[in-house]
């Protein structure tokens, strides 16, 4: 953990001001990792929350689809902003391990200390290997358009193939009461969910588009290729929040202050940082 | 002129100074209330279902447990009974008509492990599908106790766009400790995979692997915070640093490695348990058919006319109609609903009948908790005797019991749906037994 830096040195800057720095490193950046950890948690739980949740729930079509666009709208975003802000290519992995901790202290604590769920039953998937991926493309090519042709559109594929290892186990055929199934349909239905029936898994069913049996092939594909829209649509989001505005506070009246006056109610963009959005 | 008119305003609940303090102590109020202590939250609210829903929709009776009560971790308790679920005329409207449901137990989450479930003999590890009005179905449940503590179950029906109606539920007194519970079994193939423990099945490879890219994303993290981070870079691209500085030729080749290094995990930890899990099955979903129990042959016929609960005297009256087409006398011996069954005195059915009503629930009240059968069942007028072949008699059942108010279903008085429904059992004098569902609107009686 080095003061003083190449660019430190070329901002002439004072041995003061590079200690001053580092010490707001150290204080912010844990800061920073647990409330975008815990904000991405958030997140990632109320829109692909069931089908982390559960063993019987990580099936071959809607998983890899859901998990990535869930995962895309957050983790794009910060890595747009990582990028623009301070050009560190590591926005995908922070909100990733960042994610991946936060699941592990919920699962633990939450679903298995608290709920009595069995770890084989709740384990979260990762999105490390994911993280480190498009950093790392983005990192190479430079650009948003590149890392979304040739990093986001893999994501789901490389999301899939870093947790099959885990995951194998629990595909494997058992038989319950004399039908065969994955162990993880017989974790799923000894250790029940007393709110959440066996049909209402949203899972891949046996229809008639059942996609030639090519099913991870095909989800992996769609869902890479949505998530190439969403990602650019939040490294947009992102451009915007790198702006900062400003506005007088029009309830500070109510809270004991005084009452703005008309000429601070317009939006502003504050001048200094639109150097930031390029 | 508004604005102005708003802060000079003597009546403005705004005045700089006390605000704050109101605030605070809001604040503090709010924050004090949170340490206000809980009541535990015990059963699982099927006191709180709608009671015209409880009893004019599925049934269950016979219910019986085996092995329930005091317990170790690892016993069994066995379930079984019927579920009845009414005629299309008389299912109320609200409900979506069944068809795909799925049994289990409603408690508090998995403290029980289910390892057993039919619905007619079928296995329900999937959903059954073509449960049918006006059939009945048997069930039976096998559980294993799995956590210490006084656990409340019941058997439950889930139907899909219905959700749960629950059965009449046991409390169970489980010891031991959580870690001695395991669920062994055999996977693979050739059940070539020894599972020692489901609970932990599989465990020491996903702690590996998370593991590993834990380790592998705190490197990168590192390699980049390691460098004055957040402000000295902020600063540099305002101020059009070289931005060579920002990424240097190490931090591509850093980036590079990590590439490669990450495809080498996922592609060899995939190919790795390809091989190791060459036989492999996707989730299985779809529903199981489940077929019901033959018809009864019952020559009855019997009308629900009117009914009336009174609140004071807790007593649900029942008037019906009984038509007794069948070559043999019969007498009413219960009525039944929302799982509880009010029994009328044993000694009013004569000899076999007799026995047979006793045989009905002798061996359910062993473990049964007392309230869920009462001896609570008269006959208005005390005309107990026998419906004769041919014979057509209108009658009215007073089932009175503290326990219409215990189990919440004297709540039909505040219900917008004020309709009573439940199972009237007769017994002919060999000891048969017939059921038949009445259905009808509930008057209220407030003294």
Do not use: W
């Given at each position: 953990m080095a003061y003083s830096d190449a660019i430190t040195q070329a901002l002439d800057m004072s041995t003061n001001e590079e200690r001053t720095y580092r010490m707001f490193d150290m204080i912010v950046i844990p800061i920073v990792f647990a409330v975008m950890a815990s904000a991405f948690h958030l997140h990632y739980m109320l829109t692909a929350g069931d089908w982390d949740f559960w063993i019987d729930w990580k099936d071959r079509l809607y998983w890899p689809i859901v998990s990535s666009i869930s995962f895309i709208i957050f983790a794009g975003a910060v890595q747009g902003l990582m990028w623009r802000l301070v050009r560190m290519p590591i926005g995908m992995t922070l909100v990733g391990t960042?994610?991946?901790?936060?699941?592990w202290i919920s699962r633990y604590y939450n679903f298995h200390l608290w709920a009595y769920f069995p770890m084989s039953q709740v384990w979260p998937a990762t999105w490390i290997a994911v993280g480190i991926f498009v950093d790392a493309i983005l990192l190479i090519t430079g650009s948003a358009l590149m890392t979304s042709l040739f990093g986001v559109f893999f994501l789901p594929v490389i999301f899939i193939t870093s947790n099959y290892p885990m995951l194998a186990p629990f595909r494997a055929p058992t038989s319950v009461m004399g039908t065969e199934v994955p162990v993880a349909d017989w974790i799923g239905y000894v250790f029940q969910r007393g709110g959440s029936p066996e049909y209402l898994r949203i899972i891949e069913d046996a229809g008639l588009r059942l996609l030639g049996g090519e099913t991870w092939f095909i989800s992996c594909l769609f869902g890479g290729f949505v998530s190439i829209f969403i990602y650019m649509l939040w490294w947009w989001i992102s451009g915007i929040a790198t702006r900062p505005y400003s506005r007088s506070n029009p309830l500070a009246e109510y809270m004991g202050g005084t009452q703005p006056s008309d000429k601070d109610d317009a939006i502003t963009a504050d001048a200094y940082p639109t150097s930031a959005v390029k | 002129m508004q604005k102005e008119n708003i802060n000079t305003s003597q009546s403005s609940v705004v005045r700089d100074g006390q605000q704050s303090r109101f605030a605070w102590l809001l604040m503090i109020a709010i924050t004090l209330i949170t340490f206000l202590p809980a009541d535990m939250a015990w059963a699982h609210g099927e006191r709180t279902h709608a009671p015209s829903l409880r009893m004019r929709s599925i049934q269950f009776y016979d219910v019986q447990w085996q092995g329930a009560g005091d317990m170790n971790v690892g016993d069994q308790v066995i379930m079984t009974g019927k579920i009845y679920l009414p005629p299309e005329l008389n299912w109320p409207t609200t409900l979506q008509k069944p068809d795909i449901g799925y049994l289990q137990t409603?408690?508090?989450?998995?403290?029980?492990?289910?390892?057993?479930?039919?619905?007619?003999?079928?296995?329900?590890?999937?959903?059954?599908?073509?449960?049918?009005?006006?059939?009945?179905?048997?069930?039976?449940?096998?559980?294993?106790?799995?956590i210490p503590g006084e656990w409340h179950i019941h058997p439950s029906l889930q139907m899909i766009g219905?959700?749960?109606?629950?059965?009449?539920?046991?409390w169970t007194n489980v010891t031991g400790n959580w870690s001695d519970y395991k669920l062994p079994g055999t996977a693979g193939i050739d059940g070539e995979i020894e599972i020692e423990n489901l609970g932990t099945y599989a465990l020491d490879t996903v702690y590996g692997w998370h593991a590993v890219w834990f380790v592998m994303g705190i490197i990168w993290l590192l390699w980049w915070i390691r460098r004055p981070t957040l402000l000295p870079r902020y600063r540099a691209i305002q101020e059009d640093?070289?931005?060579?500085?920002?990424?240097?030729?190490?931090?591509k080749r850093m980036g590079v490695l990590m590439l490669c290094v990450t495809l080498a995990l996922v592609i060899g930890g995939a190919m790795n348990a390809n091989a190791k899990y060459n036989d492999i099955v996707p989730l299985q979903t779809g529903n199981v058919?489940?077929?019901?129990?033959?018809?009864?042959?019952?020559?009855?016929v019997v009308k629900g006319l009117?009914?009336?609960?009174?609140?004071?005297?807790r007593a649900m009256s029942l008037e019906i109609s009984v038509t007794n087409n069948s070559d043999k006398p019969v007498k009413i011996g219960e009525f039944a609903t929302a799982g509880i069954r009010f029994v009328v005195d044993q000694s009013t059915l004569s000899?076999?009948?007799?026995?047979?009503?006793?045989?009905?629930?002798?061996?359910?009240?062993?473990?049964?908790v007392e309230e869920y059968v009462r001896d609570a069942l008269a006959i208005k007028g005390g005309d107990t005797s026998a419906i004769l072949p041919?014979?057509?008699?209108?009658?009215?059942?007073?089932?009175?019991d503290a326990v219409w108010e215990i189990q919440g279903l004297s709540k039909i008085v505040e219900s917008p749906v004020r309709r009573v429904g439940g199972l009237v059992y007769f017994f002919d004098a060999d000891g048969n037994r017939y059921r038949e569902y009445v259905d009808m609107a509930t008057d209220v009686a407030y003294r």
């Open positions: 960042g994610l991946v901790l936060m699941e | 409603s408690g508090p989450a998995a403290v029980f492990a289910k390892v057993e479930s039919y619905i007619s003999d079928v296995p329900m590890i999937q959903s059954a599908s073509g449960i049918t009005l006006g059939r009945t179905y048997t069930f039976k449940l096998v559980m294993e106790a799995r219905n959700g749960p109606i629950v059965g009449p539920g046991l640093v070289d931005k060579n500085l920002l990424i240097t030729s190490a931090d058919p489940v077929f019901p129990l033959p018809v009864q042959n019952s020559q009855l009117s009914s009336e609960y009174n609140v004071p005297k000899g076999v009948a007799g026995q047979a009503l006793k045989a009905s629930y002798s061996n359910v009240t062993e473990d049964y041919g014979e057509t008699r209108t009658l009215t059942l007073v089932a009175a």
